[in-house]
C-alpha cells in the first residue's frame, strides 16, 4: 500500500491568531507558544508581521535566535522596507522563511491597491527576488485568491515561482470558498501553472462560513502538500483552519486523504490550554478535539454503547489528543518532586524558581481542598508562567452584603513592602465592591469589557478561574486568577490586568490609605 502524503503544518498563531481582538502577547508570552509549537512538532511558525511594530520585529528576533527544531517565518508585503524588516529579523534562525503576499482580486486591485494586473505581476515578482537575497525559502502569498481570476491567478503563481517562490499559498481571504470550488481551484493550479511542481502549494482558510477545515482538507484531496492553520482556530473575525481538527482529520481518516502530518497529537490539548490561557479567549465546551464535552457522554444509549464497547461512540482514543482522566494524583503529603514529575506529564517546562512556587501554592491548595486534581495543578502552573511584576498583590479581604443595600468591604494589598488598606461601602455586590476598593487603593480607574468564571475541576471545594478583559486609555489587558473563593480569584484577576497596566504606566502611586 502506497505511503500517506506528509502534509506541512504552517502554524500562524503568533501572527493570524494574534490578530483576534485581544488576543495579543507579550514577548514572553510568543516565545512560551512558539517553544510549545515546536514541541508540538509544527513545521513552520509564523512568528510575525516584523515591519508592523517594534514589538512585532523582537518577538521574530528573539523566535528565530531562540527557538530551534521548527523553520520561523516572518511575513512581508511585496515591498522593499518589509522585506528587508523581515530579513533581518529572521538573519539568526536555524531555518528561516520570509512570506510575502500581494493581493490580486479584481475587488482588492480596484479598491484597495488601485494597480493593473501587470503592476501586479512585476511588483509580485520584485518581492519575491528581493526575498531570495535573505533566504532560499520563500513562500508568496496572492492575497485573496479564492476570488482571484484563474486566468490571472495563474499567471502571477508562474511568476512568483519563476523568480524563486518554494511555496505558493491560496488563501481564502474572506472565508468565501467552499470545499468543491476550493478542489477545483487547486486541481487548476495543478493542470494550468507550467512551473508548479517546484513549489508546494499551500492552503489558508478562513471561517467565515465555517468551512475553514473542510475547505483546508479538500484542497489536501488534490493535491495541497501545506495547511495553515492556528491553535483553536484563532484569528481575525471568526477565525482560521483549527490546527488540531485538520490535523486529526487528517489522521483519522486515511482512507480519504491518504495524508499525514509530523504533529505529535497528545501534546494538542496542552498546545491549547497555553493558547487559550494566554490570550484570554476560552475554548467552547463542545469544540471539537480540545473542547471539554469533546469525549464525553451523557445520553444513557451513549453511555450504555460506551460500556460495552467503546468505538460505539468514539472515533478517537483520548488520550491521542493529550486528554487525561481527571484522577486524585497529588495530595498535602506529596513532595517537590511528584508535582515535578506531574508537571512534565501535563506538558510543562518550569524552571527551578517556577516549581518553587508552584509547590508553594500548591501546599497552600491542599490545605484548603481535600482533592488535587490535574486541572487544579495546571491552574497552578498557568498562574505562575502567566504572571507579570506584582506592584500590587492580594494580601485579603472582607466583605458583609445584603440584598437591597451596599456592601461593606474591607481591602488589603501589598505594594512596595507595605501594606495598604481600604474600607469601603460601594459597588453593587461583593464583586463590585472589591474592584472600586482595588481602583481607590491603587488611583486608577479602569472599565470591565468581559469577566468569566467557571470552575476548573469537580466538587464543592473545587477552584474557580476568573478571566477578565480591562479596557484603559483605550488599550485592552487581560487578567486571570485562580482561587478556591470566586470572590478572591476575582480580585486576583483583577490586579493581574491592573499590574500589566501599570508595567506600561509605572509612575502610579499608592494613594492615602481610606477609612
Sequence with gaps: MESPRVIKIFDTTLRDGEQSPGASMNLAEKKEVAQALVDLGVDIIEAGFPIT???DFEAVQEIATHVRGATICGLARCREADIDRAGEALRNAERARIHVFLATSAIHREFKLRMDKDEIVRRAVEGVKRATQYCDD????????????????CQVLEGAIDAGATTVNIPDTVGYGTPEQMSQLIRTLRERVPNIDRAVISVHCHNDLGLAVANSLAAVQNGAGQIECTINGIGERAGNCSLEEVVMALRTRQDIYHATTGIHTPRLVPTSRLVSSITGIQVQRNKAIVGKNAFAHEAGIHQDGMLKERSTYEIMLPADVGWTKTDLVLGKHSGRAALADRAKTL???????????????????????KEIYDGDIAALIEQQMREVPESWSFVSYRVTSTSGSSPEVELSLEHGGEVHQAKMTCGDGPIDAVFLAVEKLIGIEVTCRDFQVHSVTLGKDAQGEVSMELEYQGRTYLGRGVSTDSVEASCKAFLNAINRILVMRPETQPVEETA
Design 347 to 369: 506538558g510543562y517546562h518550569l524552571e527551578a524558581e517556577q516549581l518553587q512556587r508552584v509547590f508553594e501554592d500548591f501546599k497552600q491548595l491542599a490545605d484548603r481542598k
Design 53 to 55: 511594530s517594534e514589538g
Design 138 to 153: 520563500i513562500e508568496f502569498s496572492p492575497e485573496d485568491a479564492s476570488r482571484t481570476e484563474i486566468d490571472f491567478l
